[in-house]
């Protein structure tokens, strides 16, 4: 089955203690990117990959690193985290960046 | 100003209406996506437009590349229907990034 996945679905954590939000996909698709869901701001983009080793920043990358060293993988880091970045995060995956994208079930972080 | 423009904000409906949500951006595109969340959901991709019209089921979204506007229509509509779509567009202007509307959330009532 065609699917994006992200790890963990839900996280408390604290101030300051890394973390890794994994996203793995099935499609062979090159285009990944992350996004982060607020009441009232919407959807925002953090980082975006066109391909292996291709990294872009999108709207909101403060705070935020990513990676992308193979097609299917692409975790998003959040060295030092802070409570403003307490958000539903959600992974997607194209075959480029102007096809249809598969999003993951979101990842609901909360930051104390 | 959001640079995707998107209306109405909030629409109720009864069962059995005919909707349109509106999307309106201000440069040149390359594609525009309409996405569709229900409450507590994930997201699920609708549509990809760069041109004319697609039709999916009762769901039915236009693109008008010189007045930069953007529809979707659902005939019939049902509770089901009840969600947040949401307009999304990307383009030179843009980069390769991926621009979000503010969403429109809609409720259809039995």
């Known amino acids: 089955e065609a699917q994006v996945t992200q790890n963990p679905r839900y996280l408390i954590t604290v101030t300051g203690k890394k973390l890794t939000v994994t996203c793995s996909q099935n499609?062979?698709?090159?285009?990944m990117s992350w996004y982060r869901q607020d009441p009232g701001l919407g959807l925002r983009q953090i980082y975006y990959?066109?391909?292996?080793?291709?990294?872009d920043k999108g709207d909101v990358p403060e705070g935020y690193k990513v990676s992308r060293k193979e097609k299917r993988n692409f975790p998003l880091i959040l060295e030092s985290p802070s409570p403003n970045q307490t958000s539903l995060y959600f992974c997607?995956?194209?075959?480029?960046?102007?096809?249809?994208?598969?999003f993951g079930d979101g990842t609901r972080l909360s930051i104390l | 100003k959001n640079e995707v423009e998107q209306s109405p904000q909030n629409l109720t409906a009864q069962e059995g209406e005919f909707i349109t949500i509106n999307c309106s951006y201000s440069?040149?595109?390359?594609?525009l996506h309409w996405l569709q969340q229900h409450p507590g959901g994930g997201i699920v991709s609708l549509f990809m437009?760069?041109?004319g019209k697609k039709k999916h089921g009762r769901l039915i979204a236009t693109i008008n590349i010189q007045e930069k506007h953007s529809s979707l229509h659902i005939t019939a509509s049902h509770p089901r229907d009840s969600a947040v779509y949401i307009c999304?567009?990307?383009?030179?202007?843009?980069?390769?990034?991926?621009?979000f509307g503010a969403g429109t959330i809609l409720r259809v009532k039995s």
């Open positions: 997607a995956s194209s075959f480029s960046g102007v096809q249809p994208q598969h």
């Open positions: 499609m062979n698709h090159e285009y």
């Open positions: 990959s066109m391909n292996v080793e291709v990294t």
């Open positions: 440069v040149g595109i390359s594609a």
């Open positions: 437009l760069s041109s």
């Open positions: 999304a567009v990307t383009g030179m202007e843009y980069g390769n990034k991926l621009v």
